[in-house]
Every structure is written in C-alpha cells, then in structure tokens.
C-alpha cells in the first residue's frame, strides 16, 4: 500500500469514529423555543446545533435516488442555526450538515413536510476539518519554482517565465481539463504500484488514460518534466500530514440564500464539457424545458435532462458519412487509446466519438445548435484555392475538424451544417440574419446567416469567414496587408494570429469580440463592416501586467468584456477608456491598457509569488438579464478550485459553492429564467460538472456527470 493510501484511511477512520461517539440527529423533532422554522409539505426544516449552539453558515444536504436520476439539494444555516430545504420532490431523502470547522453529522432519514434537527460535530483535529476544504486550499501549497530556478536553470527551459509556468499550472494547463487539489489528485492511486519517488509516480500517473498524451506533452515537453518534482513534493508533504495554510470562511451574507440543486446524468465513464438550458439573448427560451449536454470527446450521446419530470435520456447524434474516422488521435486533445492504463479504466478507450460536440447554443425559437463534427476533416471545394466563395477568394481554408449542426427538439431532425472553417464555442448575434458566430477557427473567424440557411438550405452560400486583419495604415478600409511574420508596413495593414477561444457579439454595436488563448493573451474585437469579409476590420487589445492567462470570456449589455485570467483575476476590458488611436501603425496590442481593470479572484494563493490566489478559472460569463437575481450585467466566472461559481458584485466575490460532493468543477454554464412572476423560484443559472474525469470527485468511481441549478433566495428560510 502506498503511504498516501495510508494516510487517507487513518483519516477516514478518524472521521469515522467521530461520527459515531459525538453526532446526534434529532429526526421529526419540532425545533426549540424561539427557533421556529416554518415549512411547507415540500420542505425539511428545522435547527444544525452544535456543542456551542446553533451553528451559523453550515450546509445542510438531502440526497436521494428514488427519482429518475440521483437528485441533492444543499442549503445553508443562517445565523440562528436554522435551515428550510425548499420544494423537494416526494421521495425518502438521507439529510445531514457539513461545514468548515466540522465533519459531517450522520445521516437521518426524513420526507418533505417534516421537521429535522441536527447535532454538528466539531472536527476532533484540524485533519479531519482539512477534509472538506475546497481543492484551492490544498493546490495552493503546491511549490512554484522560485527566481533561481527559472531562466534555464534546474531543467526548466530558458524560455519560460513564472507566468508560462503558472499558466500551464493553471486554466491553460493542467486545470484546463479538471480540477487539482481534491482529495482523489492529493493522493497517489495504489494501482500505480511501488516508485522510487513520487516524482516518478507523478510521471507514471499523468500517462493514464486517453489524455495521456496530452499531459504528458505539456509537462514533459513545454516545462522540461521539471513540474513532476514538484507535485511529487507536494504529494509526500500531504501524505506526511502537512495541511493547508488558510482555511476557507463559512458561507456569509448573500451566500447563505442560495441554493443548490444537483441532478445527474449520462453514465459513469463519460463526461461533459457543458450543458446549455436557453437562449444567451431571451432567457425565456425553452422555460422548463429539458437541458441539453455536450460530451465533447466522450461519447456522440448527447445527454438530456427534464428537470421537471427528474429523468434523463439520451440522443445519438449522427454524422453525414457512416465511415467517418473517430474524432481522436492526431490533430485531436485526445487519443484513440490510452497512453498507459488508468488506474479507474484499465486498458480501456471509453472515449469513441466522432461528432465531437464541444458546445451548444438554443435559438429564439428553441432550436439546439451544436458545434460538432460532420463530417471528415478534408474540406470540400467551395472552402479551397480557386474557389469563387467570397471567403475563400480572401483566405482559402484546406481543413476544418468541426463543423455546424442543428437538432430540432420538437420533431428529433437533425441537420448537417458543412463549414469550412472549425468551430468551437457559439454564440447568436443581435441582428436581423440571427448570425450564429463561433470560434475555433484557427486564423480565421467564421459566421453562418442562420435566416438564409432556414431559406435555402444552403450551407455553402450562408456562411462566411475572415481573417483577422489590422487597420496598421489607419485608412478606415481594409487593404492588402503583411502576414503575422512580417514588419509592420505603414502602407499596408496587418494579419495577426489572434484565434478565438471565447466569442461575444456585440449587444451595443455589432461587434464581434474574442478572447485570445495565449501568455499574456488578449481580447479581441472584429467589426465585419457592411460587406464582410471584404470589410472586416480587426483590434488587439493586449493583457498587461498583472494579468496573464486569458482563457474564456463574455461581454455585458454596455460593451465591457470580462474574461478569466490564470494570473488569478478576474479582467474586464472597457474600449471607451482607450485614450490613443485604436487604428493605425502603433496600435497593435499594447496601446490601450487603460482599458483593463483586475479583481482578484478569492482562496488562498500560493507562497512566495506576492499576493495572488491559486484560483484557475475555465470561463467567464456575464448574467445581462439578471436571470440569478444578483442584477443585471453581473459577471461570473467557474470556480473551478472552489467548487462551484464565483458571481462578482459591487466589488466583492461571492463565491456560489457546491458542498457536496466535493470536486465540483464547471466548464460554463447559462441562466434560464422559467416564470418570470415566480420570483427566486422561476430564476437561476444552470452549470455541468464539466471535467474531464467525474470519477475523481467525491464518491469516485461510478459517480456520473452532475447538472447544477443555482438559485438564489431572499433569505436563508424562504420557501
């Protein structure tokens, strides 16, 4: 058995004997004098209390698996220790309180319409308390190589900087594809076997599965297998007993009113990388409806919740050529098979897909458009050299590995939209055509007139794209330019390479705007013109420090971009504060920093860097319709070490925690507003557990995808 091993079980037997000396749960008892706790037919209510009281900001959790699919619900106390877990379907709920500073309470059974007092219990050592702290307080004691180490120094290549590493450490590295710090990445799996070093198992461990490639390349290759040191340090200091440097604060204020509800779907060796409840433009859309999952590299099932019936099924999307090679290997984040075995999976591929559905996106009319693969990666002749497309006559494209499709809910059709240029994420623009914009086009940006498609069918003559050119002669029209590789030319303008990862049309002018995936990233806007892509006019606007990091990204209804940053912050990017000319020869990514503004993001930071939080979010959005009910255009961005949310409000981080099960980490997530006269019942955001292996979370293996529903309610006791 590995020493990690070990270690674990001592706490877990720990907690254990805990649980049994000193918890005491009061079920169906009416709570005390003064502590009333009103509740309906479909609520549990009641007291948490502890050895010195009520028990203030703690979470009280009822789960159950009588329904069509697993189904939690987690609330918190306020301060007088009271609790109402609201509108509970009818089922037998296991119902227990968690929170810092204590180990879980045992389980009582209960039913809607009863009252339930718990007796806490103080964790019998700070051990025991580390365990249910979020995954950011244990990464954040992992070591970050200090000034001496870097500049080619100690194997780390001399071309990376703190910030390349903390990047590949963080939203564009390791924590790009799932969480690190939760209990199952702390720990070395004992299927590994026996290792010189932990080193050498963090270099065994990181070749399992079907991204083993791919991890193995960023560490290996990208950090000179310099980072395996390191996490192998952090391992042996946890599995030796040293224990975070901070401690996580109990929910306060506003975050006591929220409410969580999990449900889960597809299967146990599948994942999602999101889900997509309505649309980004009329909240209303699809109100009640079932959500639709994107399983990305997993599976070509897409999955579908009914949140009002409490079942989920599944829809097999199909591609156009029945021989169509999977979408894995070469070219792809993921293999056809895996590097080495996984230590949860074997030898086996559980990954088979060839759709390849990353992201979707409804329409005013409640259609669901996918970006997903159609067809094989060779692109017909409209797209290549010597075609008459507009597009292709700029900026022929050879290749696209995922394309368009739409899929009908009402009537199960599925559509085929070809496109030569790659896809990625989707978003609806707000004109007349119902212009689906997307990225993922490399060097390219590409749209589809979804109003002409309707008409005509025709994919070939609905669609467009354009490169990313620069105004460098601050003429006002796009001329012939120089490639990225070239020296500016007074006379000419410029191509960048500025790809879009995130992309974010305009509410206020009919910009396109992107985030730029790179170190230190940027933002960027494209104004197609009257007649793109003839008219296409692009900005880079560069991160400066302290950011770095960029990764996803949305705009609010004033124009203002808000993006994640690996740097640990949150940025917002507001044009109207450039005060140089956005055009011209010096304006090519470093002249507008007075445009951008950095809040950082909450939980510790790792030491010796400065002041900074390990927080490594995946993605950025902006709740213009004030579908939560925090207000209108506030941001929000994945949590990602934080299990859960974090919503920024009024300057301050509210961070919206999933506390059971523990590992909760999303990828994105939207708001659907159901009833708009139902107050904070009618209203939330909608999230997946979108990392790439669910199994690692709480519960382990068999543990499935979740679909998180936050809501927000007046107070702690509203019902």
Partial sequence: MHRSDKHRITLQAACVGALLLSVFV??????????????????????????????????????????????????????????????????????WARGYGLVDSAKATSVPGRLLNITATKAPDEAAAARYYPAIYWYSMLQIPGADQLGGKSG????????????????????????????????????????????????????????????????????????????GEWTDRIAKGELPHAKPPRPQGVERNIVVTLRDWMDEKHYLHDLISSDRRNPTVNANGPLYGSPEYSSDLIPILDPVKNTATTYRAPVRDPDMPLS?????????????????????????????????????????????????????????EGSDHPSARLFPLERSNRHLAMLDPRTRKYTFVDTCYGTHHPQFGYDANDTLWTSGGGPVVGWLNTKAFDATGDAAKSQGWTALILDTNGNGVRDGYV??????????????????????????DGSVWGSYRSNPGAVVRLNP????????????FNV??????????????????????????????????????????????????????FHQYPGPGFKGIGENSAESSYYTWVDQHNTFGLGQDVPMSTGNL???????KNGRMIVLRVPYPIGFYAKGFDGRIDNRTAGWKGRGLWAANGDRTPWLIEGGKGSRPLAAHFQLRPDPLAK
């Avoid at 220790?81 to 009818?90: A, I, M, S, T």
């Avoid at 939203?171 to 080193?199: K, M, V």
């Avoid at 490639?483 to 305009?506: C, H, I, L, W």
């Fill in 26 to 95: 009061v079920p169906h008892a009416q709570p005390r004098a003064g502590d009333s706790v009103a509740i309906d037919s479909d609520d549990i209510g009641g007291v948490v209390s502890g050895e010195g009281g009520p028990e203030a900001g703690v979470w009280v959790i009822a789960e159950t698996r009588d329904l069509g699919v697993r189904y939690i619900k987690s609330v918190v106390t306020d301060d007088r220790g009271r609790y109402v877990v609201p509108d509970l379907p009818k089922a037998s709920y296991s119902v």
């Fill in 529 to 540: 013109g009257s007649n793109p892509p003839q008219t296409a006019l692009a900005e880079v």
């Fill in 642 to 648: 934080n299990d859960g949310l974090i919503a920024f």
């Fill in 328 to 384: 894995l290997g070469p070219g792809h984040a993921a293999a056809l098979t895996p590097m080495q075995p996984s230590a949860y999976w074997g030898d086996e591929a559980i990954w088979d897909t060839r759709v390849n559905n990353h992201n979707s996106m409804f329409d005013s009319t409640g259609r669901l458009w996918l970006t997903a693969a159609v067809r094989g990666p060779d692109n017909p002749a409209f797209c290549k």
């Fill in 156 to 231: 780390i290549p001399a071309n990376v900087t703190r910030a390349d590493w903390l990047d590949t450490m963080k939203s564009n590295g390791c924590i790009g594809c799932h969480q690190l710090g939760q209990l199952s990445t702390r720990t070395i799996p004992s299927f590994f076997g026996e290792f010189p070093s932990s080193e050498a198992a963090w270099r065994r461990r990181v070749q399992s599965g079907q991204s083993g490639q791919q991890m193995t390349g960023q560490l290996a290759n990208q950090l000179g297998g310099v980072p395996f040191k390191y996490f």
């Fill in 544 to 597: 400066p420090a302290p950011g770095f990091g960029v990764r996803g990204a949305d705009i609010d209804s004033k124009g203002v971009v808000w993006v994640s940053l690996s740097s640990g912050h949150l940025g917002s990017f507001d044009r109207r504060k450039c005060k140089g000319p956005l055009n011209g020869p010096q304006a090519t990514g470093d002249h507008c920093p007075e445009g951008w503004t």
């Fill in 483 to 508: 490639e990225p590789n070239q020296p500016v030319d007074p006379m000419k303008d410029k191509r960048v390479t500025a790809g879009f990862y995130a992309v974010m049309p305009s509410p206020v």
